[in-house]
């Protein structure tokens, strides 16, 4: 809950003052969430709702971070679905062969984060009249 109410304060001063300090509310609100979450989410015996709470956050904090043109919120974002689906592949699968599926996943993220950076003035940029 505050990590929540730290994110929400960061982006109502976000570009208020000359320099953003916006950015160590973030960062104090993403360690919140993961300091409220990781308990819930992450012990052997946790309860399923956690663990799709706690990816329902990973989400839209990696979706956040596409508005706010923020690289933190999309690294905070990947690594929380990766330590998720880590332990997942651990608890659920226990093979090797799905740790080298998750791999694979991982850099086709980094593929498609690389291609979005890559083009992402072209995306976002205003359509030119005739």
Same mark, same amino acid.
């Given at each position: 809950?505050?990590?929540?109410?730290?994110?929400?304060?960061?982006?109502?001063?976000?570009?208020?003052?000359?320099?953003?300090?916006? +950015?160590?509310?973030?960062?104090?609100? +993403?360690?919140?969430?993961?300091?409220?979450?990781?308990?819930?989410?992450?012990?052997?015996?946790?309860?399923?709702?956690?663990?799709?709470?706690?990816?329902?956050?990973?989400?839209?904090?990696?979706?956040?971070?596409?508005?706010?043109?923020?690289?933190?919120?999309?690294?905070?974002?990947?690594?929380?679905?990766?330590?998720?689906?880590?332990?997942?592949? !651990?608890?659920? !699968?226990?093979?090797?062969?799905?740790?080298?599926?998750?791999?694979?996943?991982?850099?086709l993220v980094?593929?498609?984060g690389m291609?979005?950076?890559?083009?992402?003035?072209?995306?976002?940029?205003?359509?030119?009249?005739?």
């Open positions: 809950m505050v990590g929540a109410a730290l994110l929400a304060a960061g982006v109502a001063v976000r570009d208020r003052t000359e320099r953003d300090y916006s +950015l160590w509310l973030y960062v104090a609100g +993403l360690a919140g969430l993961a300091v409220g979450l990781v308990p819930k989410a992450f012990p052997s015996a946790a309860a399923a709702g956690w663990g799709g709470l706690w990816m329902a956050v990973a989400l839209a904090v990696l979706a956040l971070s596409i508005p706010l043109q923020q690289r933190l919120f999309a690294a905070a974002g990947l690594a929380a679905v990766f330590a998720y689906l880590g332990k997942l592949v !651990f608890d659920v !699968f226990e093979s090797a062969n799905a740790a080298l599926a998750l791999v694979v996943l991982g850099l980094l593929g498609v291609l979005y950076q890559r083009f992402s003035e072209r995306l976002f940029a205003p359509p030119q009249s005739r």
